[in-house]
Nanobody, 127 residues
Framework: VQLQASGGGLMQPGDSLRLSCLVS????????IGWFRQAPGKEREFVAA????????VYDDSVKGRFAISRDDAQKTGYLQMENLRPEDTAVYYC?????????????????????WGQGTQVTVSS
């Protein structure tokens, strides 16, 4: 499975931005797409994940209410809609794939359990 993340940019506080993650290759019958981010000098951290078949989602508390994860099966693309961006959202954002055996996204916060990763897209929020 290959993932291609895109949509990053230089934004101002309060702006909105949508990231995309194109999924290609032979996927498992159900899977989770996760978004992670890594700021300079920090560990990669979980942002959000969505179960492809059910659409059920999980968010980190730091983005809950501001970010929304979704997917378009026809386009084979996952999205991360980010609203009210803050300087602390500045990071490289990665999407990742892992097979799922449930329609409920479980253990999706654990980055070691993802099998494939996109190349990352830079999001910078600065005034």
């Amino acid at each position: 499975v290959q993932l291609q993340a895109s949509g990053g940019g230089l934004m101002q506080p309060g702006d909105s931005l949508r990231l995309s993650c194109l999924v290609s290759g032979q996927t498992f019958r159900n899977y989770n797409i996760g978004w992670f981010r890594q700021a300079p000098g920090k560990e990669r951290e979980f942002v959000a994940a969505v179960n492809w078949n059910s659409g059920k989602s999980v968010y980190d508390d730091s983005v809950k209410g501001r970010f929304a994860i979704s997917r378009d099966d026809a386009q084979k693309t996952g999205y991360l809609q980010m609203e009210n961006l803050r300087p602390e959202d500045t990071a490289v954002y990665y999407c990742a794939y892992r097979p799922a055996h449930s329609i409920v996204p479980v253990r999706v916060q654990i980055n070691d359990e993802y099998e494939s990763w996109g190349q990352g897209t830079q999001v910078t929020v600065s005034s």
